[in-house]
């Protein structure tokens, strides 16, 4: 037998019942289409990632979900769907380089977000960190380790850890409502 005085039964507190959120009632009715809208009112820059395949070839695909997380120690992030081609390839890789576009880039951000046998045919690149392309023109460039990978959703986050970076004065692409913008523009 139990020693009594060992045994406190609390009372179940009463149920309480919460009243639903407007945000609680959209997410039931989640509409994708109306949410990238949201998304699109967000003015970004727009960047390609590279890396390299096992055997050397190389990667890139256009991103414009990057941010920078810390300055000490400088970090950055951006994310990766499962389901885009090139998801392996940055998922194992060991290093990969973020190139900001400049304005004139945008046809090196079409060219980089659609499938193609070979995205670099034509386009100047060096070798960066671990031979990995550092695209040419663009107006600014980090080299980065992966440092994590977290999975969220449908897509993954990578967090970078910055090995070395570069920049030059000329106005970045941007991307807001969908389309391509000046800065300018962007600015008002």
């Known amino acids: 037998m139990k020693n009594p005085a060992l ?6 507190p009463p149920a309480v019942t919460m009243p639903t959120t ?5 997410m039931t009715d989640f509409d994708t289409r109306s949410y990238r809208k949201a998304l699109s009112q967000f003015p970004t820059g727009v960047t390609i990632m590279t890396a ?17 997380v810390s300055l000490s120690p400088p970090v950055i992030l951006w994310s990766i769907a ?8 940055f998922a194992n890789a060991k290093s990969f380089v973020v190139n900001f576009l400049a304005e004139d880039q945008k046809h090196l951000s079409n060219k980089f977000s659609r499938p193609s046998e070979d995205k670099f045919a034509g386009v100047a690149w060096t070798p960066g960190l671990n031979g990995v392309p550092v695209l040419a023109g663009c107006v600014a460039h980090i080299e980065c380790t992966l440092r994590e990978q977290h999975a969220v959703g449908d897509h ?7 090995a070395h970076f570069s920049w030059d004065d000329k106005p970045p692409l941007a991307f807001a409502l969908s389309d391509y913008k000046r800065l300018a523009e962007v600015l008002g």
């Open 7 to 12: 045994l406190h039964i609390q009372p179940s």
């Open 52 to 68: 390299l395949l096992s055997d050397g070839r190389p990667v890139g695909m256009t991103v414009n979900s990057f941010a920078s």
């Open 82 to 89: 499962r389901s885009t081609p090139s998801y392996a390839v």
């Open 156 to 162: 993954d986050i990578l967090l970078g850890d910055v």
């Open 22 to 26: 407007d945000a609680q009632t959209a």
